[in-house]
């Protein structure tokens, strides 16, 4: 199985819970704060991961990436930590209109 099969699911599932909380208010403020979030960690990402495959803690074969590179790291690698920043802030929207009704029964 190549990198890029591995990733679908992810963003698949990432796009359908963010798609789910699109009524939600709040929605163009934490897709806003999800792409700022996205953008710094492309960014770490860029600078660690590289830095991490120079010194030869890991390698990807040629064969299993897409063969699209920032750097020496290949582009799938940048799939996660930017479904992180839509999916964890999806997720808790979701869940938290599961917990509102017992929070807004506190004093």
């Known amino acids: 199985m190549t990198y890029p099969l591995i990733v679908l699911p992810f963003v698949a599932i990432t796009a359908v819970v963010t798609l ?3 009524r939600r208010p709040g929605f163009a403020r934490r ?6 979030a996205a953008g710094l960690l492309v960014v770490l990402t860029a600078v660690f991961d590289n ?8 390698t990807y074969p040629a064969s299993l990436i897409s063969g699209v590179r920032i750097g020496l790291a290949p582009i799938e690698d940048f799939a996660y930590p930017v479904c992180a920043a839509f999916l964890v802030p999806s997720v808790y929207t979701l869940l938290g209109a599961a917990r509102s009704p017992r929070q ?4």
């Open 104 to 107: 807004e029964a506190r004093p």
């Open 20 to 22: 789910l909380t699109a």
């Open 31 to 36: 897709m806003t704060a999800s792409a700022i």
């Open 51 to 58: 830095l991490m495959i120079a010194a030869g803690l890991f």
